[in-house]
């Protein structure tokens, strides 16, 4: 069983930056791609980055590029997401997840773990 937890969520002024953490246990994810989604309120969940196992390919939503970088530290079982340049349309509840495919996915269905999420609001 593979269990995600997100960190680093919290309340930040328009143009401020943060960083997300996924910690994984329960299974090295070195082999597993990776990626970031978020759900605002009133909103269907959506993709916002992926990886791919060994960080080599990474996607992003068009919305987020040049803002937001993801990254991973297999030796920690650990992924990232830096935001920078946050506006108030980045507010929503963060979620990462793992699938067991090598290469980076936009498609949620493909994604078989789940982490819990992290708030993340952007003031005007």
Do not use: H
């Amino acid at each position: 069983q593979v269990q995600l937890v997100e960190s680093g969520g919290g309340l930040v002024q328009a143009g401020g930056s943060l960083r997300l953490s996924c910690a994984a246990s329960g299974r090295t994810l070195s082999y597993y791609g990776m990626g970031w989604f978020r759900q605002a309120p009133g909103k269907e969940r959506e993709f916002v980055a992926a990886i791919s196992w060994n960080g080599g390919s990474t996607y992003y939503q068009d919305s987020v590029k040049g803002r937001f970088t993801i990254s991973r530290d297999n030796a920690k079982n650990t992924m990232y997401l830096q935001m920078n340049s946050l506006k108030p349309e980045d507010t929503a509840v963060y979620y990462c997840a793992a699938t067991r495919f090598w290469a980076a996915t936009t498609e949620a269905s493909e994604y078989s773990y789940w982490g819990q999420g992290t708030q993340v609001t952007v003031s005007s």
